[in-house]
């Protein structure tokens, strides 16, 4: 009986412990609000269009998030690595929702140079239209 309890006691510790550990994992990642204008892009652009979002971005390096724009008529919308005021490469395209929604797809994933680079402010999101095919808004993920 007394072994029982040990082991009693320890599957209550055991569980206890994952308990606490369990709701601390959303701390584990950066929720960065994104707000996308024309004169962010490089070069800056005239446009009305506008947008905002929230990326999601966490240790293990996976995104998720998504962008909502107003005013322009996106034709791709991409995470691209860069710093502000210089253009990069695409990271992870986006996933158009609707008419003006864009959002990460599941399962996407920085690698570690990527990652490096979102910590020292260097990713950004743009949305491309007919017009502006190189990017009609920008906006740097800040974290």
Known sequence: MHAMSRRSLLTVAIAAGVLVIGPAY??????VQVMLSGSQEVP??????????MISIRDDKTVSGSVTTTGVTGTMAHIHNGAAGKNGPVVIPLTKTGDNGWAVPPGAKLTDAQYTAFKAGDLYVNVHSAQHQGGEIRGQLKP
């Open 26 to 31: 959303p701390a584990l990642a950066e929720d």
């Open 44 to 53: 800056p652009v005239t446009s009305s269009g506008s947008g905002s979002g």
